[in-house]
Every structure is written in structure tokens, then in C-alpha cells.
């Protein structure tokens, strides 16, 4: 039947406290990731991505992991910030000449001060 | 930074009127997309657009939807009749190219159908 509207898992953490944010992808063939943050009423805002051929990769804060074996993908934040309380949504690219990003279901990241 | 911007931020529109979203892509991409978001729910690709043609649509991209670049910056999304379930957040996404390039959002049009 059709879905009348998610409901979020949440995350709560204490501001200062390291965050970590999992997702399990749908396609073992997949090639490419994304982390997305999104706040209220605002478009998708590229957070970092990691191509398949990585298990691992790092910015500013944020650390992207990815395990092919179980099709899971974490996104760790470290020092959380009230402001990074947002929802969080990881997006996979299917591998061969498709473009198009098929998202996952979202975690609400709340963030206490 | 460059970033990708859509106009309106809010369409009220009545059932089975026309309505036109219009976003204005990162000036040197290539590819350009359309996604929605119904309330609550996730984010949906509809059509991806690159050479001035559509390089690949969903299956919710029906007969009623059709995009365009009139020129050479902005890239649009028209529906022709729409529908009460039509109502959702439409956002407009580009990237440089080629298949693993991070696709940027603009800040999306809330599209509400009366």
C-alpha cells in the first residue's frame, strides 16, 4: 500500500559527543555514495562521498565508512554541534550509466545542548 | 560558492493547472536533475537531463511532466495538469558530469495543489 509518511529514526546527542549515523544500501553493485544534510524547509546539502573502490574517507569532522560485505555505510561527526542537528540521508548510485541518486530513508540527528 | 538556485520557493496552484518550477544550475555543469520530496518521505528522482535531452526519467515521470533549458542557465520543470498528489518539494540538483560527480541541490519549491 502506499506510504502515508515515514517515521524517522532518531539520533540524540550531547553537543561535544561523537555521532555516528548508519544506513544499509539496496544494491551491491553500487559505485558511489553520498552523505546529504538536510534542514528544515532546505534542499539536500552534500555533506562528503566516497567511491566504492574505498572503505574510508575523511573531511572536516566527518568520516565516511563503507562496508561492501553488508551494504552499510556510516557517517561519524565528531565534536557534534547544535547546529549540526539536521536530517541525514544517505544516497547511493547504482554502478553502469545511470546518474540518478536513490536515497535512503533519513535519521533525524537531534542534537542537545 | 556557487550553488544552485529555484524559483518560487512556494507555488499554490489549483488542481489541474499548469505550473512551471525553474531553477538556475551551477553555471559550469552539465547534467541537471529534478527530485521530489512528499512530506515526510524520501527524496525521489524524476529526471535527469544532459545534451539538451533527457538522458533518463523515473517511472513517475509521466506524460504530465516535461523539462526544458530555454537558454543557456536556466533548466525547468513543467507540469501539465496537476494532481492533488502532485504536491510535494521539487528540488533541482546539477553536477559536472560524468557518473560519480556529486550532484548539488538548490533549495527547493514547495509545490502545494488545492
Known amino acids: 500500500g502506499e506510504s502515508v509518511g515515514l517515521h524517522l529514526p532518531t539520533l540524540s546527542v550531547q553537543e561535544g559527543d561523537n555521532s555516528i549515523i548508519n544506513c544499509a544500501y539496496s544494491?551491491?553493485?553500487?559505485?558511489?555514495f553520498i552523505w546529504y544534510k538536510q534542514e528544515s524547509g532546505k534542499g539536500p546539502q552534500f555533506i562528503i562521498d566516497?567511491?566504492?573502490?574505498?572503505d574510508k574517507r575523511q573531511g572536516q569532522r566527518v568520516t565516511v565508512l563503507l562496508n561492501k560485505t553488508v551494504k552499510h555505510l556510516s557517517l561519524q561527526i565528531a565534536a557534534t554541534q547544535p547546529g549540526d542537528s539536521a536530517v541525514y540521508f544517505c544516497a547511493e548510485k547504482f554502478g553502469g550509466a545511470t546518474n540518478k541518486l536513490i536515497f535512503g530513508t533519513g535519521t533525524l540527528l537531534a542534537v542537545q545542548p | 560558492e556557487p550553488e544552485v538556485t529555484q524559483t518560487p520557493s512556494h507555488q499554490v496552484t489549483q488542481m489541474g493547472q499548469e505550473v512551471i518550477l525553474r531553477c538556475v544550475p551551477i553555471?559550469?555543469?552539465?547534467?541537471f536533475y529534478w527530485y521530489r520530496q512528499i512530506l515526510g518521505q524520501k527524496v525521489e528522482f524524476l529526471v535527469s537531463?544532459?545534451?539538451?535531452?533527457?538522458?533518463?526519467k523515473s517511472e513517475i515521470f509521466d506524460d504530465q511532466f516535461s523539462v526544458e533549458r530555454p537558454d543557456g542557465s536556466n533548466f525547468t520543470l513543467k507540469i501539465r495538469s496537476t494532481k492533488l498528489e502532485d504536491s510535494a518539494m521539487y528540488f533541482c540538483?546539477?553536477?559536472?558530469?560524468?557518473?560519480?560527480?556529486?550532484?548539488?541541490f538548490g533549495p527547493g519549491t514547495r509545490l502545494t495543489v488545492l
Open positions: 566516497i567511491r566504492s573502490n574505498m
Open positions: 537531463f544532459y545534451n539538451n535531452e533527457i538522458s533518463e
Open positions: 544494491n551491491s553493485a553500487s559505485d558511489y
Open positions: 553555471s559550469n555543469h552539465l547534467y
Open positions: 540538483a546539477s553536477s559536472t558530469g560524468t557518473s560519480a560527480d556529486t550532484q548539488y
